[in-house]
């Protein structure tokens, strides 16, 4: 019985605990849930401190916001009238609803942060060059997709802080020369924020931009594997190459046989050896299993201590004081009120100066770092590698700026923008006109 | 053998033609598709609308927050303002004591005859020209902008 029940399980899934290499690379290579993985894994790539898994966080992350998200789409009204009072349902009615919104509003956070920090350790162990550029630019696409899906889901309680927030980006957009206004239009469908601008963002929020976010990352992950793996694997195939270790001729699993020599891939399976690597069944499955049970944690735990709130209903009438955008946006909102500059008669509003020309910029230098790095290949693969200091510190100081900006938005703008030590009390804002 | 050659150069024009044909079909479906997202009614309030009769506004300025509009009045004399902000569009709040508009999303702030003063805000609030309807109801048209000092006099 328990043999019947253990092979029913093995057809199912997957050879849990292999007896050989060969059980081992079968159970990857033929299981639909894990061919995506190699069969073996470098102990390098696995271990904590490389990655620091970062990007699977990241993905655990989605994961969990898609399925607390779909069951929020069961009890929330996308109309003006109702979003609101739907919104409030959930947190007083819906059983366990305020426990699902505060974790997808927590996982929501973190995955902008978490995804953020992925970007950072990829910069800082030169990851992006040569072949894995493409990784980079589609990690640019899956990294801003993020920050637009975690604000069209900012929009959608259509309470002040969704109501505000919503104004100013779409005032940022108009701003943009010859076509600001018609894209504002078009996002907003009409003048003024209304119905066709809260269902407009409603699909964004749950059906397009996620499944944009899903066919990115299938094709991250796919490279990573036609990169020949994470970048400390270039590191493993220079050192053991180097230690002229001859190659099997009898080896003809690279690539599942279907290709031979020198191809990256082949490379990769050809120096992994006991020695230096594990099987992915059940190794690298117990990891991934192990990091989406901690976030998991981590997101309920947040979502139990800090459970998120409402601001009022929206009011178009009445501006709160001070209508701040959500804190990743902050360092924006801080650009476009102190970077408008006035040559003589003429105003540049820092809509366009602060929210756009210098986001564009930095769009720009992320796209063309991979070409301006010259650092040695060495450098691959390599945490703060010393031919990449001045790179690193440019990198630090761009990064520091923006952290700085978030917590001057955060912490010290009060009523009218004005500047306010963290210690310095607010005065008294009269609430109504 | 005469036959074959005549054949490559068909095959040639029926593949390009093929091709051509592709891409413009491609093309027109998404152009047709990207302009479904250009709306063409507005389910919201027009930009010409009545606000009320000269003796509904008393001296001074009056704030009508469904339409984000001042309303000034001195004697005969009206004008409108906007309340949105030039800067990213909030609305302003009329500071009387100062006897100035301020925005409370950036800090900017705006004299009583709209001109940006302070702040990020890169343009005076807009004027909107006033016109009688046949009840006797003021009609403004945000639609319209109209210099400064521009006065309407009943
Ligand atoms: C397939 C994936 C997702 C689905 C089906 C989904 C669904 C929803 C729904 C129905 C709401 C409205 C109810 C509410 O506000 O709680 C919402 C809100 C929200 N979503 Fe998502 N979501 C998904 C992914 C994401 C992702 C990836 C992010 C950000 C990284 C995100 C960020 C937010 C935020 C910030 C809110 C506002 C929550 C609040 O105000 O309480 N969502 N989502
Ligand atoms: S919107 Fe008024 S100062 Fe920015």
């Known amino acids: ?433 | 053998m005469s036959e074959k050659e005549d054949k490559v150069p068909r095959r040639f024009f029926l593949e390009v033609f093929g091709k051509v044909a592709v891409v413009v079909a491609l093309f027109a479906e998404a152009f047709g598709a990207l302009k479904a997202f250009i709306p063409q009614v507005l389910y919201e309030p027009p930009s010409k609308f009545k606000i009320g009769k000269p003796d509904d506004f008393p001296e001074g300025i009056t704030f009508l927050p469904e339409h984000k509009l001042y309303i000034f009045r001195s004697g005969r004399g009206f004008h409108v303002v906007s309340a949105i902000c030039t800067h990213l569009k909030c609305v302003t709040d009329w500071n009387s004591s100062q006897r100035e508009f301020y925005c409370s999303c950036h800090g900017s702030v705006f004299s009583e005859n709209g001109a940006n003063a302070e702040g990020p805000a890169p343009r005076p609030l807009s004027w909107h020209p006033l016109s009688f309807a046949p009840d006797g109801n003021f009609v403004v048209d945000t639609g319209k902008k109209v210099e400064r000092y521009y006065k309407f006099t009943i």
């Open chain 1, 1 to 433: 019985m328990k043999e019947r029940l253990l092979l029913l399980w093995r057809n199912l899934t997957w050879t849990w605990a292999p007896d050989s290499n060969r059980q081992a690379s079968e159970a990857v290579v033929k299981n639909f849930w894990l061919h995506w993985f190699p069969s073996r894994i470098s102990l390098r790539g696995l271990g904590w401190g490389f990655s620091f898994w970062l990007g699977t966080i990241s993905a655990c992350l989605f994961v969990i916001l898609a399925l607390t998200g779909l069951l929020l789409l069961f009890v929330y009204i996308p109309s003006i009238r109702d979003a609101y009072w739907s919104m409030k349902d959930i947190d007083n009615v819906v059983v366990f609803g305020w426990l699902l919104r505060s974790q997808h509003r927590w996982a929501a956070q973190l995955m902008v942060a978490v995804v953020f920090f992925h970007l950072v350790r990829v910069f800082f162990t030169a990851a992006y060059r040569d072949q894995r550029v493409w990784n980079w630019y589609i990690g640019i696409a899956l990294f801003v997709l993020t920050i637009f899906l975690s604000f069209s889901g900012y929009v959608l309680p259509w309470d002040q802080l969704a109501y505000w927030a919503l104004t100013i980006a779409t005032g940022i957009a108009a701003e943009l020369p010859f076509f600001g206004e018609d894209i504002r239009f078009a996002l907003l469908g009409g003048n003024i924020l209304g119905q066709s601008s809260l269902i407009r963002f409603f699909v964004l929020h749950n059906f397009f931009l996620p499944a944009l976010v899903v066919i990115l990352f299938a094709l991250h992950m796919w490279r990573i594997r036609k990169d020949g793996g994470l970048a400390c694997m270039d590191r493993l195939i220079h050192e053991t190459k180097s230690k002229k270790i001859p190659v099997s001729p009898t080896k003809t699993y690279s690539l599942l046989g279907v290709t031979e020599g020198t191809t990256i891939q082949a490379a990769t399976t050809e120096i992994l050896d006991e020695s230096n690597s594990v099987r992915t069944s059940p190794n690298l499955t117990r990891r991934i299993a192990l990091v989406l049970l901690v976030t998991t944690i981590a997101t309920l735990v947040l979502a139990l201590a800090f459970p998120v709130g409402l601001e009022e209903p929206a009011n178009p009438a009445v501006t709160p004081i001070p209508a701040k955008a959500p804190w990743y946006f902050l360092w924006l909102q801080e650009l476009t009120a102190i970077t408008t500059i006035k040559i003589g008669g003429k105003s540049i509003s820092g809509g366009l100066i602060g929210g756009i020309i210098i986001p564009g910029i930095l769009g720009l230098l992320a796209v063309v770092w991979p070409f301006l790095d010259r650092s040695p290949k060495e450098a691959i693969g390599v945490w703060f590698h010393k031919t990449r200091n001045t790179q690193n510190i440019v990198f630090t100081i761009i990064c520091l700026a923006v952290i700085s900006l978030i917590i001057i938005g955060v912490y010290m703008r009060g009523p009218y923008w004005k500047f306010y030590w963290p210690w310095q009390s607010w005065p008294e804002m009269p609430t109504l006109f």
